[in-house]
């Protein structure tokens, strides 16, 4: 990632005729927010001047605590290449703080970079993250709303004419690339209409950044190709639902810290601890990774979505998959993130749950090379192998009972994302669905 001072961005903003400044940040829902100045005021926000009300945006602050800070990342500086040619549109991602001053707990960045230093208290120096984020493309209506009309019949791997959603894709990856994304691949997903663009990795913060921006570019452009691009879980009923995958890896000093030449499967004693965190925290870390009613419709058997707490080097049917590259590219790959996930909460939490397994040596059962999904339940216990919550309301249940996941989310995000997703599930608990008068109201 670039490397800029205030001077560079003054500087660019005038070469490349920048005319507004998004200000932009996350919401504990994982929403993106922005403020937008003109170019008068970038002077003012480079020196961390710039206010905004804070009690206007879900989970931070009570209207009386509500003048808070943007504090702009100089290294998050990118304009947007579609914008206006009579002006452009720059962002900076930024932290928010306190009115005194202090990072304010609330902020899903400010948490994750809490966490990250817990990290190097462990004498790890990096954590990178390499997302595979999938999307579907609907088209439309007459009035610019969405449909749920496919653009397309393709299935995985597929090209034109099947895939009728490549040029659009097409226009993402080139405008990504045009603000400075490394794109390694872009293809058509499993299900009808579904699309995934893999993106190098980089370090947690960096990625996190990358995935909030690559959601905004990948909304804006469909809609430029008269499509609506959903990270909905689970749009569709009887086909695959997006997910997210997570490759994580830890390193220490440029050295990866999962790779082990002489151990078993080439994979350290760190890795192992890291997994057994993961697999012990899985239950309670899932209302985070996986935080709305609909993710748990994705969470089921048969589309490939892992709903077991398992890990294998051999097979996809597991919650942890341990990529075949070796060497720096060692990586322990969580299959059960969404991405409707929070990125920032998302990687708080699952990099707290691998380091509680390293603080206290845990040590990972035999992995499971065989296909879950066709075990008998019995079969399952016999391995050791446990569910996945089967609701928001569970996951949420499982989620306050582990005070280690609570802590990676810290006491302010903690009771309001429970509370927003406490009110998510009664309000989905007590509508009447289209499924329940088509069940019943004839037969009762």
Known sequence: ?????????????????????????????????????????LEKAL???????????????????SDMYLFPDLDTWVVFPWTAE????????CDIHN???????????????????????????????????????????D???????????????????????????????????????????SHHEVAPGQHEIDFKYADALTACDQIQ???????????????HATFMPKPLFGVNGSGMHMNLSLFKNGENAFFDPTGDLQLSDTARHFIAGILKHAPSFTAVTNPTVNSYKRLVPGYEAPCYVAWSAQNRSPLVRIPASRGLSTRVEVRSVDPAANPYLAMAVLLKAGLEGIKNKLTPPAPVD???????????????????????????????????????????????????????????????????????????
């Open 1 to 41: 990632m670039a490397k800029y001072s205030k001077e560079d961005i003054k500087r660019l903003a005038s070469e490349e005729n920048v005319k507004f400044i998004r200000l932009q940040f996350t919401d504990i829902l994982g929403t993106i927010k922005n403020v937008e100045i003109p170019i008068s005021q």
């Open 47 to 65: 020196d961390n001047k710039m206010m905004f009300d804070g009690s206007s945006i879900e989970g931070f602050v009570r209207i009386e605590e």
């Open 86 to 93: 009579k002006g452009k549109v720059a962002r900076l991602i």
């Open 99 to 141: 009115s005194d001053r202090t990072p304010f707990g609330g902020d899903p960045r400010n948490n994750l970079k809490r966490v990250l230093k817990e990290m190097q208290e462990f004498g790890f120096t990096d954590f990178n993250l390499g997302p595979e984020p999938e999307f579907f493309l609907f088209k439309l209506d």
């Open 143 to 185: 009035k610019g709303q969405p449909t749920l009309e496919l653009n397309d019949h393709g299935g995985y791997f597929d090209l034109a004419p099947h895939d009728l959603g490549e040029n659009c894709r097409r226009d993402i990856v080139l405008e990504l690339e045009e603000m400075g994304f490394e794109i390694e691949a």
């Open 213 to 227: 921006t690559f959601k905004l570019v990948v909304k804006t452009i469909a809609r430029k190709h008269g499509l």
């Open 370 to 444: 065989r296909n879950i999904y066709v075990m008998s339940k019995e079969e399952r216990i016999e391995e050791g192998i446990n569910d996945l919550p089967a609701t928001l309301a569970q996951a949420l249940d499982m989620l306050k009972a582990d005070e280690a996941i609570v802590s990676g989310l810290g006491e302010h995000i903690f009771e309001h994302f429970v509370e927003a997703k406490e009110i998510e599930w009664d309000m989905f608990r007590t509508v009447v669905h289209q499924w329940e008068r088509d069940q019943y109201m004839s037969m009762y």
